[in-house]
């Protein structure tokens, strides 16, 4: 299908909607606020297609005064310099356009569960591991989200063997769901002694947080169990059995909470990740499509995938899924200059996005 006839089913269609809602007597209000979403998303579409369409009409004009035996010199010196402008406009607008109308990730706008693990290399890959969610807290406070740990293990000297947080604002997925994969730093520990650089790594999770409305769990799929909570080396910091271990049955997939000192809370807690877990389960089960796309992005499911490599001595940080080096890692891991990061591989993957969607079009 042609773009022009992408763009002339889109103009048919909000017209459709604008008549669909014009005639609706409000008995039914779920099917309202549907219309009228699509609606909404519609307009922005519909304006840049007729920004477009007035472009191309002024071309044409223009063309015709520059064809025109009777045009005078003046007028058509001014015609060329109008033209010179327009063409140099139309395919911005048209690539604007192309880029509205790729598919939505209905995940985008969805806050997240931002999972972040260490991995190999021992004290080293937890504290690393610290560095990371310290990167994405002030990302977050940057970009007006909030922050909330839900479950974390650190190992007393400042590091994190595991960190679990929701983070919630304005789009969180759309911006964080690059992140998933493995982290590598490289750098010399402060208990190394002479001076060697060690590679750790820590692993970075992040799944759309999904509403009740978005995955039905039923209660006779889960396996809830109770224990006693306990600190670093098996010291108690509860005297009730408080943690809750929570499996899902079908998948296998199990959380475990225990944070907070009312069963209850963490129960509360755990559940909340289990959804977020199930629904990008379901996610890639039932959407292939998506999970190839992710998997060219940031790849595989199984996060056994380098993503990026943070160089401390040459305070660099490089993105190896678009080859992209910065000298800023300071900046980097303060969350100041990661949207730098981000906006690159957001303009990456609509490229790749793109191409598909010209290749399947031809």
């Known amino acids: 299908m042609s773009l022009d006839d992408k763009l002339d089913r889109v103009v048919a269609r909000h017209e459709q909607l604008s008549d669909m809602l014009a005639s609706t007597d409000g008995s039914d209000p779920q099917e309202f606020v549907k219309l009228s979403k699509e609606y909404s998303e519609l307009n922005g579409v519909v304006e840049t297609i007729r920004e477009l369409q007035g472009v191309r009409e002024e071309i044409s004009g223009l063309n015709e005064i520059l064809e025109d035996g009777e045009s005078d010199d003046e007028m058509k010196e001014l015609a060329a310099m109008e033209l010179d402008e327009l063409r140099a406009r139309e395919p911005v607008v048209e690539q604007n356009l192309k880029l509205m109308l790729l598919p939505k990730d209905e995940a985008d706008t969805k806050n997240a569960i931002l999972e ?3 991995g190999t290399g021992g004290d080293e890959a937890a504290l690393f591991a610290a560095d990371l969610f310290r990167m994405y807290q002030r990302y977050a406070e940057n970009r007006g989200w909030k922050v909330e740990v839900m ?9 994190f063997k595991e960190i679990v947080s929701s983070i919630s604002g304005s789009d969180v997925f759309s911006r964080l769901k690059y992140e998933s994969g493995v982290h590598r730093v490289q750098r010399v520990p402060d208990t190394e002694s002479s001076g060697r650089i060690h590679t750790s790594a820590a692993t970075v999770a992040v799944l759309p947080e999904a509403e009740e409305v978005d995955v039905h769990i039923e209660d006779a799929d889960l396996r809830v169990d109770t224990y006693r909570a306990s600190g670093p080396g098996g010291q108690s910091v509860n005297t009730t059995d408080s943690a809750i271990r929570i499996t899902h049955i079908p998948t296998g997939i199990v959380v475990t909470q225990q944070d907070e000192k ?3 809370k963490n129960r509360a807690k755990a559940m909340r990740v289990l959804r977020a877990r199930l629904y990008e389960h ?7 499509e ?6 060219s992005q940031v790849g595989s ?3 056994s995938e380098r993503i990026r490599t943070y160089n401390f001595p040459q305070g660099r940080v490089t993105d190896h899924r678009i080859n992209l080096t ?3 890692l300071e900046k980097i891991l303060d969350g100041e200059a990661l949207d730098e990061l981000v906006d690159a591989l957001v303009t990456e993957d609509q490229a790749a ?3 598909v969607d010209e290749s399947v079009d031809g």
């Open 262 to 264: 009312s069963q209850h």
């Open 290 to 295: 998506r999970a190839e796309a992710r998997k």
């Open 116 to 118: 972040i693990r260490a």
């Open 326 to 328: 910065m000298h800023k």
């Open 301 to 303: 499911g199984d996060r």
């Open 151 to 159: 479950a974390s293990s650190d190992t007393g000297i400042g590091g």
């Open 353 to 355: 996005r793109l191409s």
């Open 282 to 288: 379901e996610r890639q089960l039932i959407d292939a």
